[in-house]
Nanobody, 125 residues
Framework: QVQLVESGGGLVQAGGSLRLSCAAS????????MGWFRQAPGKDREFVSC???????YYADSVKGRFTISRDNAKNTVYLQMNSLKPEDTAVYYC???????????????????WGQGTQVTVSS
């Protein structure tokens, strides 16, 4: 089972930027579909972005054009660059991995079986 550790959250003003990082353990990282999700207070966990093992990227409409997901397989790390942040982006952000062998991308959190502890992102207006 891969273990995930997020970092990079914080407090930023609207219009600012943050970069989240997610470091993964294990030697199979380059074969994993990786995703970012977020959960605001009182709301369900929602899809933000994911990246396939071959580098294909997908985004929720709410972040398209502002967020960029990327991966560095040599460092076992996936990133989420967040620009033009809005107060509605405030949430706990989670990194997640799909099971090894599940090569298809997915927007559903139920299909990911490894999760980080989450990192808080707060955007002030």
């Amino acid at each position: 089972q891969v273990q995930l550790v997020e970092s990079g959250g914080g407090l930023v003003q609207a219009g600012g930027s943050l970069r989240l990082s997610c470091a993964a353990s294990g030697r199979t990282f380059n074969r994993l579909v990786m995703g970012w999700f977020r959960q605001a207070p009182g709301k369900d966990r929602e899809f933000v972005s994911c990246i396939s093992s071959t580098g294909g990227t997908y985004y929720a409409d709410s972040v398209k054009g502002r967020f960029t997901i990327s991966r560095d397989n040599a460092k076992n790390t996936v990133y989420l660059q967040m620009n033009s942040l809005k107060p509605e982006d405030t949430a706990v952000y989670y990194c997640a991995a799909r099971p090894l062998g599940s090569g298809l991308i997915s927007f559903s959190p139920a299909t990911y079986d490894a999760w980080g502890q989450g990192t808080q992102v707060t955007v002030s207006s």
